[in-house]
């Protein structure tokens, strides 16, 4: 009974690639995030969404595309993946804006 | 410029010692969460501690809150290798819709 789980766990992939990540939560939480750690294990927030509304879209290249089809799911999508994209990305999820957040498993992306 | 600022950025303690983790930040907030991550894991929630003075137990280790000097404390009582972590503060900022996450605390306790 993952409370949020994400998909692929890990992915590997070449530069100029689009990929997806998946994102779903079962808590019934009306807030979900996406953030990015880097090798340095800084956690920066990348996007934000209440009721399926963007409410936080932060200093992010617009290769990175959110997309939140109900209130249970979060999903991001990358265009055109650079070096530098290679990170652990978490999705959380919070009842409310700004409450306390329960993050998924992360997922590892690697960019060859 | 919003600051959360972790001190010490890394610790490596001995068992049985007792150390503070400082979270202070620069902006008006009246809400403040710890998390904990261990190696290769995703983060946890450890306390949220929600107004001036809170202060929130649980087992070895202590969070406190003073919103007037914008510092949050966790302080580890007789640490155990089992707490060996990253130790994560985050800030509500008062006026926007942001949680602002500190770069974390590596903690590593020696058996």
């Known amino acids: 009974d993952t409370a949020v789980s994400q998909t692929p766990k890990y992915l590997v992939t070449q530069m100029g690639n689009d990929k997806s990540i998946k994102c779903e939560q079962n808590?019934?939480?009306?807030?979900m995030y996406w953030y990015k750690q880097d090798s340095k294990k800084f956690l920066k927030i990348m996007f934000s969404?209440?009721?399926?509304?963007?409410?936080i879209n932060e200093t992010v290249p617009n290769r990175f595309s959110p997309k939140s089809p109900d209130k249970a799911h979060l999903n991001l999508h990358i265009n055109s993946l650079e070096l530098g994209d290679s990170a652990v990305y978490f999705c959380?999820?919070?009842?409310?804006?700004?409450?306390?957040?329960?993050f998924g498993p992360g997922t590892r992306l690697l960019v060859l | 410029e919003l600051k959360v600022e972790q001190n010490p950025l890394f610790l490596s303690m001995q068992e049985g010692k007792n150390y503070t983790i400082y979270c202070n930040y620069s902006t008006t907030s009246d809400r403040l969460y710890w998390y904990r991550q261990d190696p290769g894991k995703s983060l946890e929630s450890l306390f949220v501690?929600?107004?001036?003075?809170a202060v929130k137990q649980e087992g070895r280790l202590m969070a406190s809150l003073d919103t007037k000097a914008r510092l949050s404390t966790l302080h580890i009582t007789a640490a155990v290798h089992d707490l060996s972590a990253t130790y994560f503060c985050a800030v509500d900022i008062k006026m926007d819709d942001k949680i602002i996450f500190g770069k974390g605390t590596r903690l590593h306790i020696l058996p």
């Open positions: 969404y209440n009721n399926k509304e963007l409410i």
């Open positions: 501690l929600l107004s001036n003075g």
């Open positions: 808590l019934g939480h009306d807030t």
């Open positions: 959380a999820s919070s009842r409310q804006l700004k409450e306390t957040q329960y």
